[in-house]
């Protein structure tokens, strides 16, 4: 059964970017939709991205024009860049396996990494 770790979190600033990656154990990332999701304590998971087997990727609206994931199939991973990060993007960032690109609610993923914690603050 596959296994996701998600890497790359740490401590910004606003305006900063960071590049989160998501790699399995077990299988590989090149045989699953895999989405991004966040979530803050006392606020509901929100969907972040969803990237499709070939490589394209849906995004929440929040993120739009500022994250783009992508696959890197030679390394195995899928990962997140996030520029011009904001104080309201602090959460913990998970990534899924799912089986239908373009999905950002995250009932329809099966399997889930534990997360890795982004931190935007001055």
């Known amino acids: 059964q596959v296994q996701l770790v998600e890497s790359g979190g740490g401590l910004v600033q606003p305006g900063d970017s960071l590049t989160l990656a998501c790699a399995a154990s077990g299988s590989t990332v090149r045989d699953f939709v895999i989405g991004w999701f966040r979530q803050t304590p006392g606020r509901e998971r929100e969907g972040v991205a969803s990237v499709c087997l070939g490589g394209r990727a849906y995004y929440g609206d929040s993120v739009k024009g500022r994250f783009t994931a992508s696959r890197d199939n030679a390394k195995g991973t899928v990962s997140l860049q996030m520029n011009s990060l904001e104080p309201e993007d602090t959460a913990v960032y998970y990534c899924?396996?799912?089986?239908?690109?373009?999905?950002?609610?995250?009932?329809?993923?099966?399997?889930w990494g534990q997360g890795t914690q982004v931190t935007v603050s001055s």
């Open positions: 899924a396996a799912g089986p239908t690109c373009g999905v950002l609610e995250g009932s329809q993923y099966s399997t």
